[in-house]
């Protein structure tokens, strides 16, 4: 398995007169083999986008746990800006830098987080481009 999440639970605490936790996400599990391509479904405000938030730790389960390559991501100890580099995520509601053009917006990423040229990685997105047309 590339991704394995057990147990998985997101609650958040608030203060209301009705109850002052609200659990997003309870005791999850979920298993992603290497090579899969899955979906997750379910009506508006189920969990969802909170569960994959969870799975790349934009938000912090606050039970589970999560494994990544072999790795429990949600230790403490672990650097998971090494195991981001590795996961993709598309979020509902993304925006591009509107100063930027498309080519620059699709080269910053590789160029300042993946230390690659400049030639590198307009080559790169420019392969891609041409495969969207």
């Known amino acids: ?35 899969a391509l899955t979906e997750i479904t379910g ?14 730790l934009l938000e912090m389960p606050t039970q589970g746990t999560i494994t990544f390559e072999g790795t429990d991501i949600t230790d403490p100890q672990v ?3 090494i195991h981001r580099q590795k996961m993709g995520m598309v979020f509902q509601h993304f925006n ?3 100063h ?8 910053i990423a590789p160029i300042q987080l993946l230390k ?7 080559t790169k997105a420019r392969a ?6």
Do not use: H
């Open 43 to 56: 009506r508006s405000g189920s969990g969802k986008s909170t569960f994959l938030r969870c799975l790349n």
């Open 96 to 98: 591009l830098f509107p």
């Open 100 to 107: 930027m053009t498309v080519l620059k917006n699709m080269t």
């Open 128 to 133: 891609l481009l041409e495969r969207v047309n």
């Open 1 to 35: 398995m590339i991704l394995r999440a057990e147990g998985v639970s997101r609650q958040y605490f608030r203060r209301s007169k009705n109850a002052n936790v609200f659990l997003a996400v309870k005791e999850t599990d979920f298993t992603l083999p290497a090579g």
């Open 116 to 122: 690659k040229s400049r030639e590198e990685a307009e």
């Open 79 to 81: 650097n998971i800006n």
